[in-house]
Structures are given as C-alpha cells and as structure tokens.
C-alpha cells in the first residue's frame, strides 16, 4: 500500500531522512519508533504534505500512485489521515461543522449520497459516546480550550468517522493519561481491518501495549535502522535506543 524508497529529506541545508525505506502492506500496523531527533516527526511531515520539508531523492508510493505529487486536499479525500502530537485549534469553526465537512468531502469523492444534518448528528453521536466525549463539543471551537486528551478524543472521533485507508499517528501518546491512551489505543484498534493499514510513531512503547503492532521499526539518524516484530519494542524499552545507535555507526 505504502512504499517508502531510499528518502533523503532537507529542511534548510539540513538532512534530516537519509535514505529511509519502508513498506507498508495493507492491513499492517506499523510502529516507527527511536530517539528525539532521529526524523519521526519529519517523515511524517512529509506524508502529510507540509512545505519546508524538500524531498532531494527518493520515491512514496501510495496505492501505486506518487503520493509527492499528491496536493494535501486530495491525499485526505484519498483516505490518508494524519494525527499529530499538537493537534490543531480553529477559532470560530465548531467541531460539528468541521467534522461533517471533513466526511462529506471524503463522501462525494468516494461516490457516496452526502450527510444531511440529521443523519449526520445520528453518526456522530453514537461515535462520540464510543470515545467518551460528550455532544457540548460538537458546538465547540475545534480543539480550542481542549485539554490535551479532549483533543486526542478528538483525534480518535475524526479518524473513526472518516475511515482513512491509511492513519499516521505522530506521537499521539506523549503526554496522555492513562484513560485518555486507552481510548486513543481502542480507536485505533477499531479502525484495523485487511483494507486498512496505519503507521504509528511512537517514543514510548506504552502505547504499543495497547495497539500491538505487526512491525516495529527503529529510525535512526534518519534511516531505519532496525526492524523486527512487537518483541523489538520490549527490548528498547529495557535497552533504550544506544545499542541502535552503536550499530548504525558501525554500520551494522
Ligand atoms: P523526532 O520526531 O524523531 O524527534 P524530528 O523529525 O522532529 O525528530 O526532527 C529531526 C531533526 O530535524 C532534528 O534534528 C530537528 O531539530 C530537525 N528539524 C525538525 N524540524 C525542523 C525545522 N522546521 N527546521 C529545522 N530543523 C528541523
Ligand atoms: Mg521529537
Ligand atoms: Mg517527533
């Protein structure tokens, strides 16, 4: 569904991706995890689409299509979902308006009848009551005045509804309490399915006690330096991320 072509990425004069590969298969979690600064953040600035971030070398196929040549708009309608660690505020724009606007955009591009009013408020209550919200922040700002675990709520509630094919999760547990993760970790759960695949990045391996992964990768100076199974995310949490540094250095 997703391959990731020897990256190289700069910000400035900077190289921050230094030759990343990675392939994601349909109905595949994947946790990229690996220190402060190792690039986690910038790859998934580059899947979304943000400026500043130049692709010198390298290829991202989505679903067989160059996904650099993608606008954002079309990305999101194509079912790609982003969260990130600070989600964003919008003034003036409540969460109900923004989130039927997001699903009927997704809607009419999928060859889908849009949502009227009705049958939206139907959907989006019942979602609402799976990830603990209550209906007062349907008619709330977008994210403004949220805590931080309103906001991943949030987060969970706009990827449930929208059914990307592809979730990328930028850290999405930093900070979280207890409740707060767990209800990030079912909605992600929720969501996996053979047509489905969602990459998330994680520092911690908490989170991935929650969602299990099927991959875990570590990116390493801006490369992946080490991939293995869910067991691999057990052993960073016990031996830190040094002995990984060691062996990229050493070119291992
Ligand atoms: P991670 O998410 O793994 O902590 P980042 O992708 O955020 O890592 O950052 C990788 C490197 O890129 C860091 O050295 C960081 O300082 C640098 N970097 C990130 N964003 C910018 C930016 N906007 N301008 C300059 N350097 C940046
Ligand atoms: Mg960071
Ligand atoms: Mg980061």
């Not at 990307?164 to 309490?177: F, I, K, Q, R, Y």
């Not at 869910?230 to 990984?244: D, N, P």
Request: proline letters at 3%.
């Amino acid at each position: 569904m997703l391959e990731i072509k020897d990256l190289h990425v700069k910000i400035g004069q900077k190289e921050i991706l230094r030759g990343l590969d990675l392939a994601v298969g349909a109905g595949e979690v994947h946790a990229i995890m690996g220190p402060n600064g190792s690039g986690k953040s910038t790859l998934a600035q580059v899947l979304a689409g943000r400026e500043n971030f130049h692709i010198e070398s390298g290829s991202i196929t989505w679903n067989g299509r160059d996904l650099c040549s993608m606008p954002i708009e079309e990305r999101a309608r194509e079912g790609l979902f982003m969260a990130f660690q600070y989600p964003i505020e919008i003034p003036g724009v409540s969460n109900a308006y923004f989130l039927r606007a997001a699903v009927n955009a997704v809607r009419r591009h999928r060859g889908e009848p849009e949502l009227d009013a009705m049958d939206f408020l139907t959907l989006v209550k019942a979602e609402m009551k799976t990830v603990g919200m209550k209906e007062e922040f349907l008619y709330r700002s977008v994210n403004e005045g949220f805590s931080g675990g309103e906001k991943k709520r949030n987060e969970v509630l706009q990827m449930s509804l929208l059914q990307p094919s592809l979730a990328v999760l930028d850290e999405t547990d930093s900070g979280l309490d207890i409740d707060a993760l767990r209800v990030v970790a079912e909605g992600v759960n929720r969501l996996r399915s053979p047509d489905r695949a969602l990459i998330v990045i994680t520092h911690y391996q908490r989170l991935l006690e929650y969602i299990v992964p099927d991959h875990v990768h570590v990116l390493s100076a801006g490369r992946i330096a080490h991939s293995g199974g869910r067991e691999l995310a057990l052993e960073l949490e016990e031996r830190g991320y040094g002995w990984i540094k060691k062996e990229a250095v050493q070119g291992k």
